[in-house]
Antibody
Framework: EVQLQESGPGLVKPSQSLSLTCSVT????????WGWIRQFPGNKMEWMGY???????SYNPSLKSRISITRDTSKNQFFLQLNSVTTEDTATYYC?????????????WGQGVMVTVSS | DTVLTQSPALAVSPGERVTISCRAS??????MHWYQQKPGQQPTLLIC???NLESGVPARFSGSGSGTDFTLTIDPVEADDTATYYC?????????FGAGTKLELK
């Protein structure tokens, strides 16, 4: 069974970088596309970006200057880095798998990790 | 960005039929998908490509629509359906989500 698990610090100071890991089991990240989505307090959801089976990436233009998604295929993990965070980046961060073969929707999600940006 | 507008909340009685709407600010063809999110949990996929039921999802759930107007129907509603329902489009970049419709049972 495909499982995704986010991990990382729950508290980040303003102006610092947020770094999260998504550990995948049951499916190789060298197959398919993998994404990051965040959900703000109040429940608004935002697609942040993806990394493909080949390592190519695409980002939401609203984040393009601050975001980086990378991977470690040997550990079957992919990563999110968001720079220069502010309190507006406080959210629950989810990693998710795109449905295999197409890049339209997400069929497996991690449980999410809540990240608070505060001094 | 494509804005998806959903009604904020609905309250229905068990056994009734409920329709949840999602209106896009521009056409998304049939690249609209629906998720259910229960409190404290991650979203789960219900309907893909406007009307295709995800494997394992009860047949009480159905989806319809194309272009800018889409509907998720639950018939009949059960107590376990208490959740927030989100639409998501993938026709226009960046992909966007609706604000969610909170379904409560009377």
């Amino acid at each position: 069974e495909v499982q995704l698990q986010e991990s990382g610090p729950g508290l980040v100071k303003p102006s610092q970088s947020l770094s999260l890991t998504c550990s995948v089991t049951g499916y190789s990240i060298t197959s398919n596309y993998w994404g990051w989505i965040r959900q703000f307090p109040g429940n608004k959801m935002e697609w942040m970006g993806y990394i493909s089976y080949s390592g190519s990436t695409s980002y939401n233009p609203s984040l393009k200057s601050r975001i980086s998604i990378t991977r470690d295929t040997s550990k079957n993990q992919f990563f999110l880095q968001l720079n220069s965070v502010t309190t507006e980046d406080t959210a629950t961060y989810y990693c998710a798998r795109y449905y295999p073969g197409i890049k339209y929707y997400f069929d497996y999600w991690g449980q999410g990790v809540m990240v608070t940006v505060s001094s | 960005d494509t804005v998806l507008t959903q009604s904020p909340a609905l309250a229905v009685s068990p056994g009734e039929r409920v329709t949840i709407s999602c209106r896009a600010s521009e056409s998304v063809s049939t690249l609209m998908h629906w998720y259910q999110q229960k409190p404290g949990q991650q979203p789960t996929l219900l309907i893909c490509l406007a009307s295709n039921l995800e494997s394992g999802v009860p047949a009480r759930f159905s989806g319809s629509g194309s272009g800018t107007d889409f509907t998720l129907t639950i018939d009949p509603v059960e107590a376990d359906d208490t959740a927030t329902y989100y639409c998501q489009q993938s026709w226009n970049d960046p992909y966007t989500f609706g604000a969610g419709t909170k379904l409560e049972l009377k």
